[in-house]
């Protein structure tokens, strides 16, 4: 699933395309708002908070997206259009024009979850649940670290995943995150240092986000298969002690239970419950 850096690098690459720009088609493939009808209105701000992407209009409207697992966006230039076997796909069509009337980009949105229209000052009923962001300008740390040890009892991986309590983090991040504080993914929260995890987790969510070329890179090194400290890396050898990476597997159903990877060596305290 994307995270919310990812999110927010794919708001800044429809900006590029769409931003302020007049939408001569948009269709929304979904039954709810196959009806609706978005031409005329312009393009005003593509917000993110945590993994949802809010496309602002002119007309107090917002379009409101979720990649979750499958979900994609995908320009094409004026005069062209997906591959056919793609459309059936498509959720989201945003056809614009240039300043000029003339035909502009098209954004396609493809197996996206969830779309929905609301009225921009009503985005709360739908993005009000979701922890603060470190990618807004309205971040929180100090409400974060609340929210976080509002249940002591909790495990770490487990309350960093809720976006109730930060959002933007997902699997790969709470992994990598565990590792380099230190920490087994299960211990509990009341034995967590939370104003420096969420202090890292803040810097590296705006890292991945804002420096060319260092997306989701949690180890430094940018070659391939050195991205990353313990993430997709069962049974290979820690890159700071040598110890086999283990790994549960994700329990469906169980938002608790995500598919987990660790270092036994680097990472002391609890075990998972197998």
């Not at 980009?105 to 470190?134: C, F, N, Q």
Request: proline content about 8%; charged content about 25%; aromatic content about 4%.
């Amino acid at each position: 699933m994307p995270e919310g850096d990812s999110v927010y690098l794919l708001a800044r690459r429809l900006d590029r395309s769409l931003l302020g720009r007049r939408i001569s088609r948009g269709d929304l493939r979904v039954p709810r708002h196959a009806t609706a009808d978005l031409s005329g209105r312009v393009i005003l701000e593509h917000a993110t908070w945590g993994k949802h992407l809010l496309t602002r209009l002119s007309g107090d409207l917002t379009l409101h997206t979720h990649l979750r697992m499958d979900g994609s966006w995908s320009v094409v230039r004026a005069g062209k259009r997906l591959p056919r076997d793609l459309m059936p796909d498509v959720r989201v069509l945003l056809a614009v024009t240039e300043e000029d009337g003339a035909p502009g980009p098209t954004a396609y949105g493809l197996k996206l979850p969830v779309v929905e229209l609301v009225r921009t000052d009503d985005e709360a009923s739908i993005v009000g649940h979701l922890g603060p962001d470190p990618l807004r300008s309205d971040w929180d740390a100090a409400e974060a670290i609340r929210r976080l040890a509002s249940d002591p009892d909790r495990p770490l991986v487990a309350a960093l995943l809720d976006q109730r309590n930060l959002a933007g983090l997902g699997n790969l991040w709470v992994n990598e995150l565990a590792f380099l504080r230190g920490y087994s993914p299960w211990t509990p929260m009341r034995d967590v240092d939370l104003p420096r995890t969420v202090t890292l987790a803040a810097r590296a969510l705006r890292h991945s986000a804002l420096t060319p070329g260092a997306h989701q890179v949690t180890t430094g090194s940018t070659r391939r298969g050195e991205q990353h400290w313990v993430s997709g890396r069962a049974q290979e050898p820690c890159r700071r002690c040598g110890t086999t990476i283990e790994v549960v597997a994700e329990v469906p159903g169980d938002p608790e239970r995500r598919r987990t990877w660790w270092c036994p060596r680097c990472q002391p305290g609890p075990a998972p419950d197998r």
